[in-house]
Nanobody, 115 residues
């Protein structure tokens, strides 16, 4: 059973930085494309960034140049470094893994950008 656990959310001022982490267990990590998504109440869950096992990345236009996704295949971890945060980055951030037509999600971690 694949399990994803996010950590690192919290309150940060505009312009600040935050690093989210997601730990993976229950399967072979390198099989999976890993991603971060975010969602606000009443809105759809949107892609933030994804990374495959070889390190190829894709970012939403809204976070390009500010966020960086990375993975450690030895530690079964994927991180999201978020810099120059804006109030509109406020959301619940979810970790997701995908392989063989199957998706698994973490429970999410709240990021609030506010002064």
């Amino acid at each position: 059973q694949v399990q994803l656990v996010e950590s690192g959310g919290g309150l940060v001022q505009p312009g600040g930085s935050l690093r989210l982490s997601c730990s993976f267990s229950g399967s072979i990590f390198t099989r999976y494309v890993m991603g971060w998504y975010r969602q606000n109440p009443g809105k759809q869950r949107d892609l933030v960034a994804i990374i495959d096992s070889g390190g190829t990345t894709v970012y939403a236009d809204s976070v390009k140049g500010r966020f960086a996704i990375s993975r450690d295949n030895a530690k079964n971890m994927v991180d999201l470094q978020m810099n120059s945060l804006k109030p509109e980055d406020t959301a619940v951030y979810y970790c997701k893994c995908t392989w063989g037509g199957m998706d698994y999600w973490g429970k999410g971690t709240l990021v609030t950008v506010s002064s």
